[in-house]
């Protein structure tokens, strides 16, 4: 079955960086495309970024641009989403998602499966 | 970015009602090469991740019951919950992923009489 699988919780001090992981199991890795959303205290989820899993062409948001990056370790199935210079407005649980279809070249896919949530909480 | 207008904010329906959800969207979410409207309604439960219920408006993902439906084309579109069960509590929302960054609406917080 298909199945994203997320690293765990994450305490953080502000400025500092972190880093989740997401292993994608149960379908053919590079056809789908992985997004990144994260969902702070009782808000809405908040779209911050993809990944082609075929060529690693990435899209970020703009209000997290510059202090993100998402990466792709093709033969470990796994995609990671590095977030930098941490302050308290980035505490959320973050989630990766898969794209519901064949995304090669195109981020425009709607989200079929997603991992379990990373809490990220940044305090000092 | 194409800002994303649900209603109402919350909803309480007696079980075995009706609940329907209203999405707007900022710009028109229907692309014409492909006629598709690029939006999907997802629900989500306390402590879940969010569930994908419809994709390109109205097509239902595989095991969604079918009291739930979706509909609409352009910039508005209603998700309707018809004979509401117990089971359908949860926050649903509504994402464009026509252009990135992939926007969510608010959220409507269903709950039952």
């Known amino acids: 079955q298909i199945q994203l699988v997320q690293s765990g919780a994450e305490v953080k001090k502000p400025g500092a960086s972190v880093k989740v992981s997401c292993k994608a199991s149960?379908?053919?890795?590079?056809?789908?495309?992985i997004t990144w959303v994260r969902q702070a205290p009782g808000q809405g989820p908040e779209w911050l970024g993809w990944?082609?899993?075929?060529?690693?062409?990435?899209r970020y948001a703009h209000r997290v641009q510059g202090r993100v990056t998402v990466t792709i370790d093709a033969p470990t199935s796994t995609v990671y989403m590095e977030l930098r210079s941490l302050t308290s407005d980035d505490t959320a649980v973050y989630y990766c998602?898969?794209?519901?279809?064949?995304?090669?070249?195109?981020?425009?896919?709607?989200?079929?499966?997603w991992g379990q949530g990373t809490l990220v909480t940044v305090s000092s | 970015d194409i800002v994303m207008t649900q209603s109402p904010d919350s909803l309480t329906v007696s079980l075995g009602e009706t609940a329907t959800i209203n999405c707007k969207s900022s710009?028109?979410?229907?692309?014409?090469?492909?006629?598709?409207?690029?939006l999907a309604w997802y629900q989500q439960k306390p402590g879940q991740p969010p569930k994908l219920l419809f994709y390109?408006?109205?097509i239902r993902e595989s095991g969604v019951p079918d009291r739930f439906s979706g509909s609409g084309s352009g910039t508005d579109f209603t998700l309707t919950i018809s004979s509401l069960q117990a089971e359908d509590v949860a926050v649903y929302y509504c994402?464009?992923?026509?252009?990135?960054?992939?926007?969510f609406g608010q959220g409507t917080k269903v709950e039952i009489k």
């Open positions: 998602a898969r794209a519901g279809f064949v995304d090669y070249y195109d981020s425009s896919a709607y989200l079929d499966y």
């Open positions: 149960g379908y053919t890795f590079i056809s789908h495309g």
């Open positions: 990944i082609s899993a075929h060529n690693g062409n990435t």
């Open positions: 710009q028109s979410l229907l692309w014409s090469p492909n006629n598709n409207n690029y």
């Open positions: 390109w408006a109205s």
């Open positions: 994402q464009q992923h026509l252009n990135t960054p992939h926007t």
